[in-house]
């Protein structure tokens, strides 16, 4: 049984066990990370900005997570879509044999026409409507609902349809308040508070309920979160007779910059995985243990290459703006991430303090006073990191075009996406003709 006590532990103390700080390797000393040299070629070739990834580092990463979590009998990954969405990034991830965990509609189309099989794909959404859910539910993917109202009303006309549940532990987790998102006041999942409630909704529809979920933010620090939460995912899973898999979403996090710290994904492997199969024996059968990754799958394959448009210096800064902004990479903006940011143009220049900003019409920092090597109009800096909830969150603003993906894959860079154009501005606009004529102006006297 849970207590308040362990709500206050947790909230009081979500940060006391950090995992280690870790040495900011990644960048140069990965044999198979790309090189700097490659990521100027690709820029060369195919124009600036432009997104690059690297799929062996997408491999490796996969790889990781799923050796930490080996002695678990059936463990299953289910990539989130929204992290990037490319479809040869998503049939990367189905060749590895990947699952998929979308949140529309449109992420399950894209996942089925990369090659997923309906049933290796997990319908997660918030609030979105009946009609949605059905439409996914008929396409054969798996269901998972976050409020009672949608699992009365789909439990009632669907009974035979599994269904699993997330739900809400009511913990604070998460990098910021944007991304924490398993706490009393998130608009995510069914409050643990609500289980009676919702058990009665199951026991009156004769729904089967085949998984339980949690989600509890991104960017999570602290090991014990996992702990902590899945004791609540277990002690809920106890009220239901025919799961098939528990589901712990993510929230990994990956470092971003130098002595960034990383959630230490070995020892939770090894802590959850021994807690896990326990849970199993009391539970009477081997049931999966799921993630659905997103940042820990694809962030650091990911960089960010523009192009230093001008340099300049005013009484109390040295601004270099770039061929970009925060249309095409708006985490800074947007959450105050801090993206490693590399001159690879001058990679052992002399370090100089830069405000690197973009081309948009209103504040657009991506770094304020950031030791760079020194930089030069039309060098290019690569920015880290840029793999995930990077390109999939860029838009339109400023009437630009977004930018090109290109895959470095064995080798060789790969066009996964080609750079817009004007047509692709204006082909959903309807022209409305002579709607507006041009008149006289009316003059009063
Ligand atoms: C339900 C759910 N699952 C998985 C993820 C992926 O999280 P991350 O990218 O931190 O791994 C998210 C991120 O928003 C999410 O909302």
Redesign the pocket.
Known sequence: MLHLSHFVVFIVFPILFLSDSIQWTNFTQNSYFMKNSDLLAIAKTYGDPVYVYDSEKIISQFNRLTNAFNTVKHLKLNY?A??LSNIAILKLMNSLGSGL?T?SIQEVQLGLLAGFEPSSIIF?P?GVSLEEIEEASSLGVRINIDNLSILEQFGSKHPNVPVCI?INPHVMAGGNAN?S?GHIDSK?GISIHQIPHLLRIVSVTNMNINGI?M?T????LDIDVFLYASEILFDTAKNFKNLDFIDF?????VPYKEGDIETNIEELGSKLSTRFNDFCKEYGKDLTLAF??????V?DAGSFLAKVNVVKQTTSTVFASIDTGFNHLIRPMLYGSEHHIENISNENGRERFYSVVGYICETDTFANNRRISEITEGDILSFKNAG??CFTMASNYNSRFRPPEVLWHNGEAVLIRARETFEDLTKNQVDVKDLFKKEAPVLTE
């Open positions: 989130a929204k992290a965990d949140v997660t918030n997330r991304i998102v995510f979920h989600h933010g991104s960017d999570i979403g993510s929230g990994f996090k659905e990754p997103g940042k820990f799958l962030s995930a909830y």
